[in-house]
């Protein structure tokens, strides 16, 4: 049984871990594999409000494995193509996930490891934690994370730092908009838990939708159609079992009943 990534189960919260401290939680096949899967499976389940992913170690994650690296290097265009598809499906688990997901990232990031960050919905970072989009370095680019970064990072500060492949700060991460939460490290578990506790506390159907709502009108241009399908979605809501407790429990200041 692998020991790449470490998943528990608590209620509606699950907490998925990266557990390959020895090589600072870098990606190989096997990893990005079990990722995949566990964002695919833990996404389709109904009862979960809220997924914590967190590494073991001093690091969170510092991209590439170096032996993943080394095997790549005698890949032909198509099997390097089908390598970094992956990778890609990998992203795409996590970013497309319905349950919020939220990063508590306890150290370094690296390359991928900044891309994995990018696609979660909440970040929180420990304050001495350094980032880096290390890929020109070695004469690479990060491609398949640059979708989820970009968004995240912003498109000028992607500028810099994908072509001077420069280490930065939690602080200046958090500046730009990767990091939405600085922490001691002895208050980062802390930080995290009022995050789930806070998004538990909001109606389940109604915390889907928001990250759905986000990620549909964020580059959307402002049309009629897009206007219509607003209305539906707050129409649809409104009219739904949750959306008509939720308001009758605020008008008759009862507990609503999800809590």
């Known amino acids: 049984m692998s020991t790449a990534l470490n998943i528990t189960l608590d209620g509606p919260i699950a907490r998925v871990t990266l557990n390959r401290p020895e090589v600072r939680n870098a990606f190989n096949e096997g990893l990005i594999a079990e990722l995949t899967e566990a964002f695919t499976s833990l996404g389709a389940r109904p009862e979960l409000r809220a997924i914590v992913l967190a590494a073991a170690g001093k690091a969170f994650c510092a991209g590439a494995d170096l032996n993943w690296m080394q095997a790549m ?17 990998m992203l795409w688990a996590i970013y497309s996930c319905p349950v919020p997901v939220i990063a508590r990232v306890q150290g370094d990031v690296y390359a991928g490891g900044v891309g994995l960050v990018a ?22 680019l990060p491609a398949t994370i640059g979708p989820y970064v970009v968004r995240a990072l912003g498109e000028q500060a992607s ?12 602080t200046e991460a958090h500046r730009l908009g990767l990091v939405h939460e600085l922490a001691p490290a002895e208050t980062l578990d802390e930080r995290v838990d009022a995050l789930v506790a806070t998004i538990t506390a909001n109606g389940p159907a109604a915390v889907r939708a928001c990250k759905q709502l986000v990620k549909d009108v964020a580059h959307a241009p402002l049309t009629p159609a897009l206007r219509d399908d607003t209305a539906r979605r707050i129409a649809d809501i409104r009219a739904s079992a949750e959306g008509r407790a939720g308001v009758q429990s605020f008008l008759n200041k009862t507990p609503v009943p999800w809590l």
């Open 119 to 140: 696609c979660c919905d909440l970040v929180v970072a420990v304050e001495g934690a350094g980032f880096c989009l290390s890929e020109a370095k070695l004469g690479l």
């Open 73 to 89: 290097a005698g890949y032909s265009w198509d099997e390097n193509h089908a390598d970094a598809t992956r990778l890609a499906d």
């Open 159 to 170: 500028r810099r730092y994908f072509v001077t492949a420069e280490r930065f700060s939690a």
